[in-house]
């Protein structure tokens, strides 16, 4: 009959220590979906997803029709967005990261045409930050505006980083 030992039954804890770690860094989500244009208020939502890596990682999700990422992993991750601001007579535009709701205030972009200037305004805007979320949270944009130009070019992407 055998018996284990101390030591083995170490070693076996200390393999299936090493084999969670080793599933831990195998797991990843990276998520990117655009919209060509858009002037709506609220949450933006997008035309398509066009990155959908997600391994070992349930719950993880970008949906395109209501503009939200969930994590389904807790982690620290890379969130990245860029678009074109166009602006028309005393326009501004604001967009944000919001997480769970709630405004992340350094990621707010701004943009706003003077009444000094003549014709159509256009500024490129862009945000990189790193957020650490909790299975379940929920990433999104936010818009509000004042006028009539629109938003294009608009990327959005959320990638894990540990």
């Keep these: 009959k055998f ?8 070693r ?5 220590a090493i084999g969670d770690i080793v599933d831990d860094i195998r797991r990843e989500t990276r998520f990117c979906a655009s919209k060509a244009s858009t002037n709506d208020q609220g949450v933006l939502k997008y035309d398509s997803v066009y990155v959908n890596v997600n391994v070992n990682v349930e719950g993880a999700s970008l949906d395109p029709s209501s503009g939200i990422f969930t994590a389904g992993w807790a982690g620290s991750y890379q969130v990245v967005t860029n678009m074109q601001m166009v602006s028309n007579g005393l326009q501004q535009h ?3 990261m919001e997480l769970n709701g709630v405004r992340v ?16 305004g256009t500024d490129n805007g862009s945000r990189d930050i790193i957020l650490k979320l909790k299975i379940g949270d929920k990433i999104s944009l936010t818009h509000e505006t004042d006028g009539d130009g629109t938003l294009n070019n608009i990327n959005f992407c959320v990638s ?3």
């Excluded at 018996?3 to 170490?10: K, R, Y």
């Excluded at 205030?105 to 159509?120: A, L, P």
């Design 160 to 162: 894990s980083v540990m």
């Design 3 to 10: 018996t284990q030992t101390a030591m083995g039954q170490f």
């Design 12 to 16: 076996d804890e200390v393999y299936g």
């Design 105 to 120: 205030e350094e990621s707010k972009m701004h943009s706003n045409f003077d009444n000094n200037d003549y014709g159509i």
């Design 94 to 96: 604001s967009v944000w």
